[in-house]
């Protein structure tokens, strides 16, 4: 991760292990796991897949590679890649040969892959796969375009098929959105999905600072503030946003809320309780985030992206809004618009 040393919650995940067992064989780990020969060995991997642009294949006489090209970010087609990986992922747990499945840190790219398989393989929920992995590995962290589209392959996968897993994969080639997720005409609207998940983090950060108004124990924890800090420092990282209604105003009220709590206390600076610098940090990082934000942005019906302006799309007809917010789109695919990106890769 590259995320700034002052007041980073970033740092507080990049203290892991090389790889760590989910299931069955299964491993989650960085790129310095999969160039570990004497670790390999130990566990007896037979297939390796790589879920990144560049990470070179050493071993091809060795092992069974696949890679699948994905960038961190999180307007990034995750869920057309999974087809190719789950299958090989599917293959190597019915013969049972351990696999290892790497980005560059086993974070954001190749934790979400493995999210996804024990979706489709083990038949789990989002939210119950999500958990194991993070049980197993702590420090992973799909990014919020990964978390949003395996949202949506939750909804894709409760009309999925029965039967063995040949018939799932051919059912998955099918259904996952192919292409660019930030077009009009994409059967995943990632703009606009992405909307919900920060307005909601940005509820629960309210709440939480309200209620440590009033609780000392909140205010002397910093464990309880990580996942937010963690949130809002990657999002600034991204450089995306929402540019849902009410997004600036609801940001700036819980900047608010979360420095008075440095009011609940008079001590030296040096003495301030550990979730009270936490909160104050959190504070900092949606500051800049916002701060970050240029006047003259492109926006494309929900997600804010740096960048010169890109040719404005037209306007999506009311019956097509409608299909956005059910996440599905029957309508043609239309002309995509060229858009550039400024992101930071993260994982």
């Known amino acids: 991760m590259t995320c700034p040393s002052t007041q980073s919650f970033c740092n507080e995940a990049n203290n892991t292990a090389e790889a760590h067992e989910i299931c069955d064989g299964l491993y989650l780990g960085s790129l310095k796991a999969a160039t570990n020969a004497r670790l390999l060995e130990t566990w007896r991997i037979s297939h390796i897949l ?67 398989f024990l979706m489709l393989f083990k038949k789990l929920g989002y939210e119950d796969a999500k958990a194991l992995v993070e049980r197993q590995r702590p420090v992973i962290y799909p990014n919020i375009g990964f978390q949003t589209q395996l949202q949506h392959l939750a909804s894709l996968v ?41 307005m909601l983090r940005l509820g629960q950060l309210q709440d939480m600072a309200q209620t440590a108004c009033v609780d000392t124990v909140l205010l002397g924890r910093r464990q309880q503030w990580v996942s937010h800090g963690l949130f809002f420092e990657l999002l600034r990282q991204y450089k995306a946003a929402p540019s849902v209604p009410g997004l600036r105003d609801s940001a700036e009220k819980v900047i608010k809320t979360l420095r008075t709590l440095s009011l609940q206390q008079q001590q030296n600076v040096n003495d301030t309780p550990a979730g009270i610098r936490a909160a104050l940090a959190i504070a900092a990082h949606i500051e800049a985030w916002l701060a970050d934000l240029p006047t003259g942005l492109a926006v494309s019906d929900g997600v804010v992206i740096t960048g010169p302006s890109p040719p404005t799309p037209s306007a999506p007809a009311a019956d097509q809004r409608r299909g956005f917010k059910r996440g599905l789109d029957e309508k043609p695919e239309a002309q995509r618009g060229q858009q550039i990106r400024t992101f930071v890769v993260i994982d």
């Open 50 to 116: 790589v879920v990144d642009l560049t990470s070179s294949v050493l071993w091809p006489n060795k092992f069974c590679y696949r890679r699948v090209k994905l960038d961190d970010t999180p307007t990034s087609n995750l869920l057309e890649v999974l087809p190719e990986a789950l299958e090989f992922l599917g293959e190597a747990q019915l013969r049972r040969e351990p696999a290892l499945v790497h980005c560059t840190r086993g974070v954001s790219r190749s934790a979400s892959v493995v999210i996804a």
């Open 158 to 198: 409760a009309g999925a098929p029965a039967g063995h897993w040949g018939r799932k994969l051919t059912w998955l080639h099918t259904a996952v959105p192919r292409g660019d997720l930030t077009s009009p005409s994409a059967a995943l609207h990632l703009q606009e999905a992405l909307g919900p998940p920060v």
